[in-house]
């Protein structure tokens, strides 16, 4: 069974850029959920995708988006990066909404460092 | 709104020596709650986990208790390894819509010793 992956591992990018990462669900997974990891600090929940739809949204500007294709895959776009973007990307899969009526543990890949200059 | 706090690290220990890392939450209703650890150059590993009051939650020699008159949910382990060398993160879930997702305290970072 293969786990989350996420590319690329690193990434370095000017301010006003835009940016693109990328996530594979594990096997069986239908939902993704993407985090923000500022250095020295815990994950911060950017949105989940269910179904190929957004299906809940963290405190994020709209210039964050993202898309979930058929195969339950995911992007993570950031438009006009600015420095403070530069942190871990997290992306985790799961067999279900996270907000639903039971558990459904998310799995966690290595996630994607940006680095904004 | 629903948080979590952890008590700052880092935290450096000898090998064989107790472990406690402090966790505290806010949150409305009945959350669960979540151990992950972080080992360097890796991704989040959910460590354990308890979901309701009383539950203790336990695995590799690790335990937490859910306490809800505390609100709190301290991290344990009897004799730490050098292996156990890694970030710590407390986090919570709330089930329903978009609050579905995992609130995570700042991480406490463990370094043990030989």
């Known amino acids: 069974e293969t786990g989350v992956t996420q590319s690329p591992t690193h990434l370095i990018k000017t301010r006003g850029q835009q940016v693109t990462l990328r996530c594979s669900s594990q096997?069986?997974?239908?939902?993704v959920s993407w985090y923000q990891q500022a250095l020295g600090q815990g994950p911060q929940f950017i949105f989940q995708?269910?179904?190929?739809?957004?299906?809940g949204r963290g405190n994020f500007p709209p210039r964050f988006s993202g898309l979930q294709f058929p195969n339950y895959s995911s992007e993570l776009n950031v438009n006009a990066l600015e420095l403070d973007d530069s942190a871990l990307y997290l992306c985790?899969?799961?067999?279900?909404?996270?907000?639903?009526?039971?558990?459904?543990?998310?799995?966690f890949g290595p996630g994607t460092r940006l680095t904004v200059l | 709104g629903n948080s979590v706090t952890q008590m700052e690290g880092p935290v450096t220990l000898s090998e064989e020596a107790f472990l406690t890392i402090n966790c505290t939450y806010t949150?409305?209703?009945?959350?669960?709650l979540f151990w992950y650890v972080q080992y360097p150059g890796e991704g989040l590993q959910l460590l354990l986990k308890?979901?309701?009051?009383?539950d203790k939650g336990s695995n590799k020699g690790f335990e937490a208790t859910y306490r809800k008159e505390t609100t709190s949910f301290h991290l344990e382990k009897g004799s730490v390894q050098v292996s156990d060398s890694a970030v710590y993160f407390c986090?919570?879930?709330?089930?329903?819509?978009?609050?579905?997702?995992?609130?995570f305290g700042k991480g406490t970072k463990l370094s043990v010793k030989p």
């Open positions: 985790a899969s799961s067999s279900g909404l996270a907000g639903g009526p039971s558990y459904n543990e998310q799995f």
């Open positions: 096997s069986g997974h239908n939902t």
């Open positions: 995708y269910y179904r190929e739809e957004e299906n």
């Open positions: 949150a409305t209703g009945y959350p669960s």
């Open positions: 308890a979901t309701k009051a009383d």
């Open positions: 986090a919570l879930v709330r089930y329903g819509g978009s609050q579905g997702n995992l609130i």
